[in-house]
């Protein structure tokens, strides 16, 4: 069974959230000026973790990794990857704070890498499958918000209520559409073509979508407004 009360909001600032997996821990925190979801994956079995997005405030983002050992009982954090969903400066301004302090390997989409002012160890590409502990997620390649845009995806082995598939989409896939494209219609098409070939043509409508700022949705919940993303052009 999975936690019942998680909704996929949380407060600027505020507590996290948890989400609670027979193998997995999902941890939910609103950081920064620009209320950036920052997303904690612990492995139940090994206190192994992964953070999707260190945007802001190191402080914060380091006791949100100390919450999920907690709830292992590890002795010590065991931070392993730091995920960047894409290089836009809201996503990375605790970045290389974070990863000093905990030691951990950071991991970028590949075109993305230049534009990102800190070191990073793994240059992500679509299909690459990262594992932390007993776990892992695939990457998809979301192109179009920034070059190098991924999204993490996360399968419950153990299929669990609620357990899955669970995608973490940083700021390509929103509640209401894709991500801000400038008003430049190739881009606009290049990340639309995407999402819709890549996510919504190859996951069910119960994946779980976790953005980059905001509350969560799921697939099913945007499908029918597809043809509307068309029409109107962002």
Not at 15 to 43: Q, W
Not at 49 to 68: H, M, S
Request: hydrophobic share 40%; net charge negative.
């Amino acid at each position: 069974m999975v936690d019942s009360e998680y909704t996929g909001h949380v407060e600027p600032h505020g507590h996290s959230s948890v989400r609670r997996f027979p193998g997995l821990e999902i941890r939910k925190a609103s950081v920064g000026p620009m209320d950036n979801n920052a997303y904690l994956l612990t492995c139940r079995s090994t206190g192994s973790q992964l953070l999707i997005d260190a945007a802001a405030e190191p402080d914060r983002l380091l006791r949100l990794v100390a919450e999920g050992t907690r709830s292992t009982g590890a002795e010590e954090a065991q931070l392993d990857l730091l995920v960047t969903t894409h290089s836009h400066h809201d996503h990375v301004g605790a970045l290389t704070e974070v990863a000093v302090a905990t030691g951990a390997r950071t991991a970028a989409g590949a075109a993305d890498i230049a534009a990102i002012e800190a070191p990073i160890d793994v240059p992500l590409t679509h299909g690459d499958v990262l594992e932390f502990g007993e776990q892992q997620v695939q990457i998809i390649a979301l192109r179009g918000h920034t070059p190098g845009s991924v999204a993490v995806l996360w399968h419950d082995a153990a299929q669990a209520e609620g357990g899955g598939p669970h995608l973490f989409t940083g700021d390509s896939l929103f509640p209401g559409g894709v991500g801000n494209t400038d008003q430049d219609p190739a881009r606009f098409a290049q990340l639309l073509d995407d999402v819709e070939q890549r996510v919504f043509d190859v996951l069910p409508d119960s994946t779980w979508v976790y953005p980059g700022h905001g509350d969560d949705t799921t697939l099913g919940a945007q499908r029918a407004s597809l043809p509307l993303w068309h029409e109107r052009g962002w």
